[in-house]
């Protein structure tokens, strides 16, 4: 059989890797963005996605046949690099909503960028990532699945955030469902509401008011993702008689950065110990996992094509 062309890992693939395992999902023109932008042109950073694609780490697909930008997600086999083993982590899985999922970088992106947020973790992260961390947010969280856990700083005080965001309409009790959990669970103290379009997020504050009980303090803030993907300062706001507000100022931190050490200080891989269990398990001398049937030794750093046969 013939062998397809090894590739040899760079820094900014592990980075890579660790940028498509938070967000599942992410298109060539954000990868790009955010982790190729080293590269000279976005069609070398191309090529290079194509080739961890053709070795096994990466996998590809246009979600629409009007957009030729491919979008990009982990193998299986890679992923569970990102995964210690726990009975109660969900097992990985790609995404339903590619667009959503694509939508959530740049929310997230805007929210890193912000000096009250000191803790966050995508859904993908929390449901499957290993850790004391993770396991108390899953058990705090119980039955709600937000599209993010958020820790806000506001002074002295710090409290507990829920993101959620909403591409498209649902129906209206599908809303007082989500509404009545969010305020039925007492930890959450506030919910990050964030919708496409502006009668989505009129339906969603109609209907708050309507669940809402005249003594009871808002629990959600909302804001349009062109307000967060566009603003200096983010307004989180309230509805009803007393408005409150939540107001995001922009921060010159390396918020990757700023996650990824709280991560490590959580007690779950970091980007570093990642890295050396990638390319120490997979490529040392004693491979013990089917990702690896070949490999080289000594700095030669490389995958072959049966890298990939359990995440296609």
């Known amino acids: 059989m013939k062998r397809k062309k090894r590739v040899k890992l760079s820094k900014d ?9 938070r967000h599942r999902v992410a298109s060539g023109k954000m990868i790009y963005r955010d982790i190729f932008n080293k590269y000279k042109n976005s069609e070398v950073a191309r090529i290079r996605l194509s080739r961890l694609r053709k070795a096994g ?3 590809g697909k246009y979600f629409s046949s009007a957009s030729r930008d491919m979008c990009y997600g982990l193998t299986s086999a890679i992923a569970k690099e990102f995964i210690n083993s726990s009975m109660t982590a969900y097992i990985w899985k790609g995404t339903n909503s590619p667009g959503h999922d694509i939508d959530l970088i740049d929310i997230w992106k805007s929210l890193r960028k912000r000096s009250m947020i000191s803790y966050i973790l995508t859904e993908h992260e929390y449901n499957v990532r290993d850790g004391s961390k993770t396991e108390g947010v899953r058990m705090l969280l119980g039955e709600l699945r937000p599209d993010g856990y958020v820790e806000i700083e506001m002074g002295e005080n710090k409290f507990i955030a829920a993101l959620e965001y909403e591409r498209s309409p649902k ?33 969603v504050k109609k209907t708050e008011l309507e669940y809402r009980t005249r003594s009871q303090e808002p629990k959600f803030f909302y804001a349009l ?19 409150y507000s939540i107001e995001m100022k922009y921060s010159d931190t390396d918020s990757d950065t700023k996650v990824t050490d ?17 390319l120490t398990k997979n490529f040392g001398q004693n491979p013990s996992t089917p ?8 700095n030669q750093i490389t995958k072959n094509e049966t890298g990939g046969q359990y995440g296609h």
């Not at 693939?13 to 395992?21: C, E, N, Q, S, V």
């Open 13 to 21: 693939d592990i980075y890579l890797f660790d940028y498509l395992f």
């Open 57 to 59: 780490y990466i996998r």
């Open 171 to 203: 129906t209206k009790a599908r809303y007082f469902e989500m509404i009545d959990r969010y305020y039925r669970n007492k930890e959450i103290k506030a919910v990050l509401y964030v919708s496409d379009k502006e009668h989505v997020d009129k339906l």
């Open 225 to 243: 993702k062109r307000d967060i993907t566009n603003s200096e300062t983010i307004h989180f706001s309230s509805v009803g008689k007393n408005e």
């Open 262 to 278: 709280s991560v490590s200080n959580a007690t779950m891989q970091s980007l570093e110990n990642i890295r050396e269990t990638i």
């Open 291 to 298: 990702m690896c049937t070949d490999f080289n030794t000594k």
